[in-house]
Nanobody
Framework: QARLVESGGGLVQAGDSLSLSCVAS????????MGWYHQAPGKERDAVAW???????EYADSVKGRFKISRNNSNNTLFLHIDNIKPEDTGTYFC????????????WGQGTQVTVSS
């Protein structure tokens, strides 16, 4: 069974850096495009970063320059590194498997909570 498990969330202060991880299992990770979604409190989930099977990354305009998505196909892990974290980055971060950037995710992780204090 395909599965994604995120970790790395927590309480951080504005201006800090934070790294999230997502371990994939049950499918051939290296063949799939992957992404991260962010859901702020009371809002819908928004895609913030994508990475294709070749390692090429794209970002939502709102996070460019602060977020970095990466992957390690050797250990089936997806990463999201956030620099200069802001209070508006608060929310739940979900790791997803996607066919392509415009397609809805085919698999969601359970999410990891990030809270940024100002």
């Amino acid at each position: 069974q395909a599965r994604l498990v995120e970790s790395g969330g927590g309480l951080v202060q504005a201006g800090d850096s934070l790294s999230l991880s997502c371990v994939a299992s049950g499918f051939t990770f290296r063949q799939w495009n992957m992404g991260w979604y962010h859901q702020a409190p009371g809002k819908e989930r928004d895609a913030v970063a994508w990475i294709n099977a070749n390692g090429n990354a794209e970002y939502a305009d709102s996070v460019k320059g602060r977020f970095k998505i990466s992957r390690n196909n050797s250990n089936n892990t997806l990463f999201l590194h956030i620099d200069n974290i802001k209070p508006e980055d608060t929310g739940t971060y979900f790791c997803v498997r996607i066919a392509h950037r415009q397609a809805p995710p085919t698999i969601w992780g359970q999410g990891t909570q990030v809270t940024v204090s100002s």
